[in-house]
């Protein structure tokens, strides 16, 4: 029997590889960052989700030559004129802080009537030196305040549409069947498989 084919997901986020590694089992060998030896900081410079989910797998595939995917995600809200989107981990600063975010979020929607939001994913492959791109997205609304002790990021204000609880409130099972990321990587698998 043949080894399966050996593929990176540019993240040194173990929840995010593990739920990959589930959802490829059997088909190919899902690797991190780690297992590369790349323990440099992956570029994240571009002006679009978009951008920066494709600069990180072509950085790697560039400098390590294995096949991989990257994903990148943002928060966009209407009211704010898309905000804080591409700049959703340092809305607040560069200290990646949630909490600063969140509150920096809420203070901008004060007194704002239109409080939908919709969170995207974007996943790109490069596979062989081609790039593919997947994208999932979840419509729904900030809420006034946190509630909820899961998740991560904006979770905790985040209720995505046709539910009445945050992300933050969900299991992790629950929030990966409907999430933006949870949909862009079904889209990947698809496609890979």
Known sequence: MSALPKICFATNNENKLKEVKTLLAGKFEVVGLKEIGCEEDVPETQETIEGNSKQKAEYIWDNYKINCFADDTGLEVPALN????????????????SKANINLLLQKLEGKTDRSARFKTVVSLVLDGKVEQFEGIVNGKIIAEE????GFGYDPVFVPE????TFAEMTMEAK?????????????VDFLI
Do not use: C, M, W
């Not at 990966?176 to 990947?188: D, F, M, P, T, W």
């Open 162 to 165: 046709g539910f009445n609880q």
């Open 82 to 97: 898309n905000e804080p989107g591409v700049y959703s981990a340092r809305y607040a600063g560069p200290q990646r802080d």
């Open 147 to 150: 509630t909820g002790t899961d």
């Open 176 to 188: 990966n069947k409907i999430s933006h990321r949870g949909r862009a990587v079904r889209k990947l």
